[in-house]
């Protein structure tokens, strides 16, 4: 089986391309383990991504290890599937192939049948000027900078002897309040609160305000009422501003712009930023809707038949975030499920049957954690909140990571985190500190000619 | 207490300044626990870097949070000590004052007693132009760079199917075969023997080269024969290519240049080379030596009194590997003990006692592990290797990352690692991919005209 793998031979059997390794792609690989076929899979990370736990990454719980394991290593004995590093640029659905970049050098993959599981990005909603400001939360490095962003903002705060400075260095924004929005929130709202408690001399680190700023009228939009309810109570026991109805009009250097009830105009100060709020379908639902009668929806996701495929390539799938069928929502869960769906549907046409059958959704359930012990979750009916559920949540998320193998080494990181009082992720690189310090100069002839006082006018 | 420190009221006591939180800066903070002073430690880092273990993030089995804990978390609970981010940049002995620079900003410390423990840098022996072709093993930073590098080594060998231009991505050349060298180079091809097997389709990992170089005619230059030795035949079982008598005299993109026994030169092709051979004091010696009565040794070092205090003023101390007395090795003991006999000396000064007490430094052993189970030890005269040494290495650093509350979840990646097969750390960023692309794109006229093969013509 190898050796028909190795490139170096001609293809034995049908080929499957794999556009991206999240939970779409990574599932349908997976479910195409037995079926005679060849699996390649092409994402630009080496690394599939437990994107439900980034934001524990950002606030120093896990490191990235914990939550990105190597693709190749989760598919090493799936011996009809090989892993290529690369960003597909292009589609041909014409041709029936792929094309990617590696370091600068284009490569050809032709393929018989294609899954589409290139996700979503960050969305700005047209102000992509915000990105350098506020960060979002969509991959490894956006975990990284927050993390160097968040650590880095209490440093400064211990050097600024001014509390009308030193106040935007300990407020911390984070716009939109859907479940990663609301989960970072309540991270470093725990985080100041009590991992960094005593850290600091020349102020108290629970000083520090968390604002969490939704343009909508609840938090967790698309869960049941109950749920959002007690999400909401439980982020103001910890002390985060809730702030609803609250549109952000611009974001800069020093702080954001606001919008409330759509009169009232506002400012906050605050050095450290961060973006949940909106989705954009990766712009290959553009190539596959310019070759095809499909038609992109406002997120730039792809219109698919009922059984995943597009209307008039029956051999093409879309999965996953950038598959748009029965507004499903944007969860693991359905990128999973359709993952499948698509791999077993071209299995079962290699047998002979042609059978079109339809993907049907299974809800299993939401749940959202927002501090130690408190956690929201809906399993069909049953409504369960406190402890309780963030056990559940605890059990369901070490379940999946043990499916990485990294069940070990993740639980000793929650347990220096839930039990004690540590994160042991906190690191800062250089390379982040010289990166805002280019920015810090760049824009200090912007900042008001009252430059900080040095250190030694505080004594 | 902690309202003498926090910036807003007249100093107190004894101030003293501690600048580098590494083994000696450390140290000498903990050490002064207790004494009626002051403490503010400055670091360019947010983190104290174990880094005897530097070489183990770099080959994805530690994550970078197992072996740089904050440094003000480690003094958390030492009230007379606040830590403060920022690069120094100026001493002024006569002024007794240092001078910082956070974000760009420059900030000025007065001290009433001063340890400089800058420590050392990596250093390319007047050829910095190597350094953007390999890198160094001293920071955080280089572990991550070095770890992206050495991951993507192996997935651009998947890509290419021309075994003359994959062989160079298989290739990995470590310079210097002091202790960083050998564990590094140990690590690499255990990292490609063990861990990464069953990972690649168009190739065996195991076929991976890790090639050592060393300039002098033995590998662990200052250890013991017997030591030196059993390390060399350990790494040749490894099946690591060990060349003595072998200098560098040229580094590119893709490859280097050496010459052998003064006489032969030869060319390594590969892609990732790894820079551990020399190192060079902090700059601060140069301006500690230009305003006192001290000089500087060739790696610039600072001479020193027998009590580690610069000539002409006792109130400034310089400890670690900054520091040259007694043609002491630069090894993390050493930093402990001058930091600690700092500490001591200030505190005895302080009680009235001005008695000067020599620096006397006792020798613990060194340790240098090769692979899993494999060590070489050497203790007072006690000499141990194989798996008794390799034990002892895991106590006495399992008992250094307790003293730092690391130990749970360190002891959870050596688990995964050294009795399973796996390593939980081998994320590469897509900044890391993203810079690599550019410098390919710059290099890219200057490489064969042959472009890499469409990956369709393999098949």
């Known amino acids: 089986m190898t050796a028909a793998m190795n490139g170096h031979r001609p293809a034995a059997g049908h080929r499957v391309v794999i556009i991206g390794a999240g939970f ?3 599932f349908a690989a997976r479910a195409l383990r037995r ?4 699996v ?24 990235e290890g914990d939550i990105a394991p190597p693709i190749r290593e989760v598919l090493r004995r799936q011996h009809n599937a090989r892993v290529l590093l690369g960003e597909v640029v292009d589609v041909d659905l014409a041709a029936r192939e792929v094309a990617f970049d590696t370091l600068g050098t284009r490569s050809h993959l032709p393929y018989d049948s294609l899954i589409v599981a290139a996700g979503a990005g960050q969305s700005y909603f047209g102000h992509d000027e915000f990105a350098a400001h506020a960060p979002g939360m969509k991959t490894i490095d956006d975990a990284l900078e927050l993390r160097g962003r968040i650590f880095g903002a209490f440093e400064m705060a211990e050097l600024e002897p001014d509390p009308g400075r030193r106040d935007p260095w300990l407020t911390f924004v984070v716009v939109g309040a859907g479940p990663t929005g609301v989960e970072l929130a309540g991270q470093i709202a725990e985080l100041s609160r009590r991992t960094l408690k005593d850290n600091y001399r020349s102020f108290d680190s629970a000083q520090a305000r968390v604002v969490l700023l939704e343009a909508a009228d609840k938090v967790l939009a698309p869960s049941p009422e109950p749920l959002r309810r007690r999400a909401h109570r439980d982020l103001e026991r910890l002390g985060v501003d809730v702030r609803l109805h609250t549109m952000v009009t611009g974001i800069d250097a020093g702080g954001l712009d606001t919008l409330q009830d759509n009169h009232t105009a506002g400012r906050i100060q605050a050095h450290t ?21 499909t038609t992109l929806d406002r997120a730039g996701r792809v219109s698919v ?15 996953g975030d950038l598959m ?30 042609a059978s079109e059958r339809p993907f049907r959704y299974h809800d299993l359930g939401t749940m959202a954690t927002i501090a130690r012990f408190r956690a929201v979750a809906y399993i069909g009916r049953l409504r369960v909140t406190g402890i309780t559920a963030w056990l559940m949540w605890l059990f369901v998320h070490l379940a999946f990571l043990t499916g990485f193998k990294n069940r070990v080494a993740a639980s000793a990181n929650w347990l220096v985190a839930f039990l004690g009082r540590g994160r042991r992720q906190r690191t800062i690189t250089q390379q982040q500190i010289l990166a805002h310090t280019h920015a810090a100069q760049g824009s200090q002839e912007a900042l008001a000619a009252d430059p900080r006082q040095p250190i030694t006018s505080r004594r």
Chains 1, 2 share one sequence.
């Not at 079926?35 to 060849?38: D, G, M, N, R, S």
């Not at 390649?40 to 490191?63: C, E, K, M, W």
């Not at 038949?305 to 999965?319: G, K, S």
Request: with cysteine; aromatic share 4%; charged share 15%.
């Open 324 to 353: 748009q069928l029965d507004h499903l929502p944007g969860v693991a869960e359905v990128a999973m499920q359709s993952g499948v769906h698509a791999a077993r549907t071209i299995t079962r046409r290699l047998t002979g049957d």
């Open 305 to 319: 038949a009922p059984d995943c495929t597009l209307p008039d390539h029956p051999e093409v799938f879309v999965v």
């Open 35 to 38: 079926a005679p076929v060849e």
């Open 273 to 293: 930023k961060i973006w949940a709020a909106g989705v954009q379908a990766s712009p290959l639902g553009a190539i596959l809707a310019q070759q095809s009668a």
């Open 24 to 26: 779409g792609g990574l």
């Open 40 to 63: 390649t899979i092409v994402d630009r990370a080496n690394h599939h991504l437990f994107q439900p736990l980034l934001y524990q990454v950002a606030t120093g719980v896990l490191s």
